[in-house]
């Protein structure tokens, strides 16, 4: 693997996840592999999860760790080649990618979607940028498209608790009130591909996904006829690809809540945080003893844990 910046980038995700497993078990079980290297972790947007718990497998493999919120405390970057670099942009990205693999072994970055230009955000030009002029391998940390590690813990999670051949898991789109991007549900369903599993997607109409991304996957225009049987829900947000970056409809009839649940299989309730309570999901759900938010945000260190020693072991 020379980045991760996909799933596409794993060869064996089965493995991957199973490594995962294996080092939430024992996470200092190779604690001295990492020593004497350096994470960057760059963030040009906010986090809390995986800001912490990418530091946290880090730490827990020896690696020393550097952390930049990009946005506000470094020189804005240009990525436009062959530019008069007169306005706010004050440093190229080939001198930066460079710069940065000179103190650091991997670096790990998230760039979340700008929701104003399709093309750019799919161009990925943070992350392949760096990808193309640092000599240090990429690690996703959420992209405009993209959110791997989230989709390797929620991949745990499901394994975890049992996801068996042909049962139900269920991607329901639910209201918010700002745009969001389009990177966790993406990369769920780009994992749930992988998965021997019923697979469903529900949202209204106009909220279609990237038709690449979901092409031959069931899309369910009634909520409650898609949570029947249901035995995993996952509950996520994103904004229009059609009307790209627009909020088309905030009303709560697409609130997850618990009489909505019990259409279903008595389903475990997932998602990736953070969630705004009772406009996403209600109380009720996010404190029944089915919802796995929790253990999905725990997953989160061992997923991350599981590419940052893939990347040791094959160095
Ligand atoms: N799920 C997730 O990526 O959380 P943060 O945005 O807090 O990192």
């Known amino acids: ?6 799933l596409d980038d794993i060869t064996d995700l089965y493995k991957i996840v199973d490594l995962a497993a294996s080092l939430k078990q024992d996470p200092f079980a190779f604690e001295k592999q990492g020593k004497r290297k350096t994470l960057g972790l760059l963030f040009f947007n906010p986090s809390l999860r995986t800001r912490l718990s990418t530091q946290k497998a880090a730490q827990n493999l020896g690696f020393n760790t550097m952390v930049m919120n990009f946005s506000n405390e470094a020189w804005a970057l240009e990525f436009e080649d062959g530019t008069e670099m007169r306005g706010i942009r004050s440093e190229h990205i080939r001198e930066a990618a460079a710069v940065v693999s000179q103190y650091c072994d991997f670096v790990a970055i998230r760039a979340f979607a700008s929701l104003t230009d399709k093309e750019q955000d799919e161009a990925e030009v ?5 990808a193309k002029y640092a000599s240090i391998p990429v690690i996703n940390m959420e992209s405009a498209t993209a959110h ?24 329901t789109w639910a209201p918010h009130p700002k745009a969001l991007p389009h990177a966790v549900a993406n990369s769920f369903i780009r994992m749930m591909r992988q998965q021997d599993a019923e697979f469903v997607i529900t949202h209204p109409e106009g909220y279609e996904l990237n038709p690449e991304i979901t092409r031959g996957i069931p899309i369910e225009y009634d909520q409650k006829k898609a949570l029947e049987g249901a035995d995993f829900v996952y509950t996520k947000n994103w904004c229009s690809y059609t009307q790209y970056g627009e909020v088309l409809r905030t009303d709560a009839e697409w609130m ?11 389903a475990k309730f997932m998602h990736c945080l953070p969630i705004r309570r009772n406009i996403v999901a209600a109380d009720g759900v996010l404190d029944s003893p089915n919802s796995l938010v929790i253990e999905q945000a725990n997953n989160r260190t061992y997923a991350a844990q599981a590419v940052l020693k893939s990347f040791l072991d094959h160095a």
């Open 148 to 171: 791997p590690l989230q989709a390797l813990a929620d991949a745990l999670t499901l394994k975890e608790h049992h996801l068996k051949p042909k049962q139900k898991v269920v991607l």
């Open 126 to 130: 943070v992350l392949r940028s760096f």
């Open 1 to 6: 693997m020379e980045h991760f910046i996909t």
């Open 256 to 266: 997850l809540n618990t009489e909505k649940m019990q259409h279903s299989n008595n």
